[in-house]
């Protein structure tokens, strides 16, 4: 049973370039969502994917912006990258609305410099 | 808005004890759901323990437990017989029931991270 997956897992961008990251969620899941987290700090949320469509959004620019796709699968890309991008950006999966707790990605490590 | 706050940047048990980690949270809502997730250094979060609001019977998963006061707007975690392997970052965490679009938001605290001493 695949767990969540996440690529790339490492990634170094230049300020003002575009970056798309990808998750696949954990087999029987339809929703994603996306977490931002700097070092040594709790995971932010940006938004989340149900039905392919962006049901939540949390105090993100509209530089973030993602996509689900049919098969769950899910992107999130960052434009006009700031060097305040990076972080470790965290893709999780969850099945249904009430209460189901979500399965984490090993994450992405962004760098901008 | 709900936020989450947890007191305790870093803790630490000799291997064996107990301890016990702190969570506030603050919302308007009466129905919700409170999780503990850890995070080892390798960086996966897992789900540890999870909580519905309304029940009144505190969770209980093997060595960990937790301290659901709703009143107080408190959810304290209770790990017992601390292992090495318990060394990780603990995040408690906040699930609103779904908004109107269908859509549902987890937030989570700043973290307590705590070191595990043989």
């Known amino acids: 049973d695949a767990g969540v997956t996440q690529s790339p897992t490492h990634l170094i961008k230049t300020r003002g370039q575009q970056v798309t990251l990808r998750c696949s969620p954990k087999?029987?899941?339809?929703?994603v969502s996306w977490y931002q987290q700097a070092l040594g700090q709790g995971p932010q949320f940006i938004f989340q994917y149900y039905e392919e469509e962006e049901r939540q959004r949390g105090n993100f620019p509209d530089r973030f912006s993602g996509h689900q796709f049919p098969n769950y699968s899910s992107e999130l890309n960052v434009n006009a990258l700031l060097l305040g991008d990076s972080a470790l950006y965290l893709c999780?999966?969850?099945?249904?609305?009430?209460?189901?707790?979500?399965?984490f990605g090993n994450g992405t490590r962004l760098t901008v410099t | 808005a709900q936020t989450v706050t947890q007191s305790q940047p870093e803790m630490s048990v000799q291997e064996a004890e107990t301890v016990t980690l702190s969570c506030t949270y603050d919302t308007s809502e009466s129905n919700y759901y409170l999780f503990w997730y850890k995070q080892p250094p390798s960086r996966q979060m897992i789900l540890v323990i999870r909580q519905e609001a309304y029940k009144q019977q505190n969770a209980t998963e093997n060595r960990f437990s937790v301290n659901f006061q709703k009143a107080a707007k408190s959810f304290s975690l209770k790990i017992s017989d601390s292992q090495l392997g318990d060394t990780a970052m603990y995040f408690c965490?906040?699930?609103?029931?779904?908004?109107?679009?269908?859509?549902?938001?987890?937030?989570f605290g700043a973290g307590t991270r705590l070191f595990v001493k043989a």
């Open positions: 965490a906040f699930m609103k029931p779904p908004y109107n679009t269908g859509g549902f938001k987890t937030i």
């Open positions: 999780a999966s969850s099945w249904g609305p009430k209460g189901s707790p979500l399965h």
């Open positions: 087999s029987g899941h339809d929703t």
